[in-house]
């Protein structure tokens, strides 16, 4: 498996309160994501990064921020949580691209759920 | 827009059978295609990719087809084994960047 860590793997906390997801990696690869999967929409973007301090904007990234200050760590924010935001979060990594976007697997980590009452 | 579809309705096969999974997409060209497992409380796993230049690929009892005319790829699994339930998901490159969308996947039971 590849070298990734979520932390925590569970989280339960009140709407209004900032929350902070860790992924942990020990690949090098220069690509992280952040993604959650919610039932009947499957797994949605959030957020990418492509190098420390490279981040650009996924799907759904509203009331979502990401911080990469190490090529190892990829952190997930979310400033004043909402009950919509109940999810399973997922980070994945992947080598650069090389000959073309796509070309390369992502690899997940075993995710986050978080429950926001 | 851009759409991935995938059979929502979970596909149950008995064992030793070829199960058979499609992905649609609509509104785009894909360069390459990728197909992931999931396994209930785990993260998605990588199975397998192919370009759009190549018709089909093959990785042991794993087949996966790409119709660019059709927009639509096929993963086959050869006789199957209840060890391959999972939920089965495709995936494209559908904007700029290095962006994966994925299909909402299909949920595969083999049956004894």
């Known amino acids: 498996d590849a070298g990734i860590t979520q932390s925590p793997r569970h989280k339960v906390t009140e709407t209004g309160t900032p929350v902070t997801l860790r992924c942990h990696q020990t690949?090098?690869?220069?690509?992280m994501y952040w993604y959650r999967q919610d039932p009947g929409h499957g797994l949605r973007l959030i957020h990418y990064?492509?190098?420390?301090?490279?981040?650009d904007k996924g799907e759904v990234s509203d009331g979502y921020s990401v911080s990469r200050s190490k090529t190892e760590d990829f952190l997930l924010t979310l400033e004043s949580a909402t009950s919509s935001q109940t999810s399973v979060y997922f980070c994945a990594i992947s080598e650069s691209p090389g000959t073309g976007f796509g070309n390369q697997p992502q690899h997940f980590g075993d995710g986050t759920r978080l429950s926001i009452l | 827009s851009q759409k991935i579809e995938q059979n929502s309705e979970a596909l149950n096969i008995q064992e030793g059978k070829t199960a058979t999974l499609t992905c649609n997409y609509t509104?785009?060209?894909?360069?390459?295609l990728q197909w992931y497992r999931q396994d209930p409380g785990r993260g998605p796993v990588f199975l397998l990719l192919i370009r759009e230049n190549e018709k089909e690929k093959r990785k042991e009892r794993l087949k996966v087809t790409f119709d660019t005319t059709l927009k639509q790829s096929l993963f086959h699994i050869t006789a199957s084994q209840p060890a391959d339930s999972a939920t089965y998901l495709c995936a494209l490159i559908t904007g700029g960047g290095n962006k994966l969308t994925f299909g909402t996947g299909t949920q595969l039971k083999v049956e004894l």
């Open positions: 509104n785009y060209s894909p360069a390459y």
């Open positions: 690949e090098n690869h220069r690509y």
């Open positions: 990064s492509y190098g420390v301090k490279d981040t």
